[in-house]
Each structure stands twice: as C-alpha cells, then as structure tokens.
C-alpha cells in the first residue's frame, strides 16, 4: 500500500512539474511521455468532433531529386513553413534559414549566394505583420554566439508563478492538460461530449466554426467578421495603401543591407478558399497583390491553392495538406531554379 501511494505521488509530481516547466516538459516528451496534442490537427484539438478526426499526413521533402541552386534563401514566416512542416530539404536553395515571425533573428547573409528574402504570413495575420514596416531580421557581419539557456527548472518555476516567461509556447495549464487528459481515453470522452453538444445544443468550441453543410471546420478567427483576422472583416481601400506601403518600405529596407532580392506569399485562410460565399469576403490577397506598385515579387498561393478548394487543406487542421504544400512549394521551387536576375 505505500509503494502504491509513492507512486501516486510520483505521478503527481511529475505532472506538476511537467506543467510549471518547459524545459520537463520538453523533456517528458522527448521520452514518449507527452503525447502530441497536435497529431489529429489543431482544429480538432479544439472541437474534439470525432468526424473531423484525422492523422496529419507526413509529407515528402519539396526539393527531393532536385539540383540545388546558387541560392541563399531566408524565410520570415509563420506555422505553414515552421520547423516540421518545412525544413531545407524542401527547397532547391543551397542554404536556408527560418524565422518566425514572433521570433527576430540575427543573421550573416551568405554573398557569395544570390540571397533571397521571403516573406511568408497567413491571411488571417497579413494586417497585424504589416500594419507598419516589418524587422525581424537584423543583418550583422558575423553572428555573436547564441546566449546560454538560462531556462531551467528553478527559472520556470519561478515564471510560472509570476507570468514572466514570454517565450514559453504554451501555458502551464495547456501543458497540464495535455500530460493529464491527452490519451485515448480522455479523447473518448471528449468526443462523446463534443458529439452530444453539437446534436443537442448545437454548439461546439466557442474558437472554431462549422461550414454552412457541417462539411469542413475553420477557426472563429477567420469567419468572424467583426475581428481583423477574418476574411470577412471589412478592409477599407486606405488600409490596403497602407499594407501595400509598408511591404515596400520593408523589401526597400532588405535590399539595402543586401538582400538581392524580397518575395512575398500570403497563404490564404481555409475559410477564404473553401467557403468565401459565408460573407463578404474583404479579398486582402488579391487587393495586396495586385496594388500598383507592389516592388515584392508575389508567390501567389490563392491562385494555386483556389481551384482545388477543400481538397488542399487538412480535414482536422486550418493548414494546408501535402497537395496545397506541393502545390506551393512547386512553385517557389520553380522560381528558384529559374536562374538568378
């Protein structure tokens, strides 16, 4: 009875600190003890509705049996190109490097390449990244040494209780959650429970939304349209001036401290490619892109991704499946290996 009780209280410590720290977290999942709260898709994880449950596919390198090309391309970019959705191994360029867009970098631009800088949002945050001119790469003639990790588990700790840990990417609740009540069982039940709300109340997670045939699932984000992130939210013509102004200031500041050249590429939102009759879709890509005097050369993902409508997109996740990324990735690929101006 007491190994019994030390083993309870062993798995309740573990759990406690697997949710204060990130850096136990990190590690419990490095030894299989954390299951992915991400594996049926993040639209799922919100609504638990078993219809939508879906394995996220594994893809096939982009660049795989192509020649590499003289190319040193740099991404500013959000979840579509994060590291293990997209790695260097998808592109043809000889070098690559990612950053988010949450996440300034520093970075040595690699002249004896042709640099490229790629500037990749989703639609839902094309408004916030460009309400003024972006910076998140600082170009330095040689990277300082990466700080020391001073994240440990006395300093999450310490975070936990006073919120000051602004790099954490979940919160602790969301790390106790997902250590307590992510495996099958709990899922069981929380499908059960999401399944019976929808039938009886008609409700699901007050964060995502059904298409108008219970076919698809979006985020709220993107089909309210009293939020800046929808497609349906209105876009004054003076706002897309604006967002065309500062791209432009922002390509014109990347070529002054180098860069050959600056690409731009919004990913539309789910709802703006398989469901834009909800409203009145604001068009933001088209606007953008199609601006007099737009100097970004445009990876235009709407135009590729349009025709296929549902069948580029994840059933269970707002991101695009292996189709809409092949799709995409052809054609960056393809501009890569065109040959440098």
Known sequence: M???????????????????SRSVYVSLAELGMV?????????YRLANLPQFKQE???????????????????????????????????????????????????VKLDTGLHTILLLETVERHAREHFAKPADQLTIVEK????????????????????????????????????????NSLWLNLKE?????????????????????????????????????????????YAEVNSLVAHINQTALRYRKLGFDEVWLSIIPNKTSVVEPQRGAYNRLIERVQTAPGLTPEVIDAYRLLKPGRAANYERSDSHWNCRGRALWLSEVNARLSRGVK
């Not at 007491?2 to 062993?10: E, I, T």
């Not at 190319?71 to 293990?84: C, H, M, N, R, T």
């Not at 109340?201 to 939020?227: M, W």
Request: charged share 20%.
């Open 2 to 20: 007491k190994l019994v009780r030390y083993a309870l209280l062993l798995m309740a410590l573990i759990a406690f600190l697997g949710g204060c």
């Open 35 to 43: 299951p992915d709260d991400f594996r049926y898709g993040d639209l």
């Open 56 to 106: 996220r596919e594994i893809c096939p390198p982009g660049g795989r049996d192509q020649p590499q090309r003289p190319v040193a391309l740099y991404v500013i970019g959000d979840s579509f190109l994060e590291p293990g959705r997209m790695d260097s191994s998808d592109f043809v360029a000889q070098t690559y490097h990612y950053s988010h867009w949450d996440n300034p970098a520093t």
């Open 143 to 182: 990277v300082p040494p990466s700080a020391a990790n001073e994240s440990g588990l006395l300093t999450d700790l310490g975070t936990f209780f006073t919120g000051e840990n602004e790099t954490r990417q979940r919160l602790p609740e969301e790390q106790l959650e997902n250590l307590l009540f992510n």
């Open 192 to 236: 059960w429970k999401a399944a019976l709300t929808l039938r009886w109340f008609d409700r699901t997670n007050p964060k995502v939304a059904l298409s108008g045939d219970r076919q698809h699932l979006f985020y709220v984000l993107d089909t309210d349209s009293t939020l800046i992130h929808s497609s349906f939210n209105h876009l004054p």
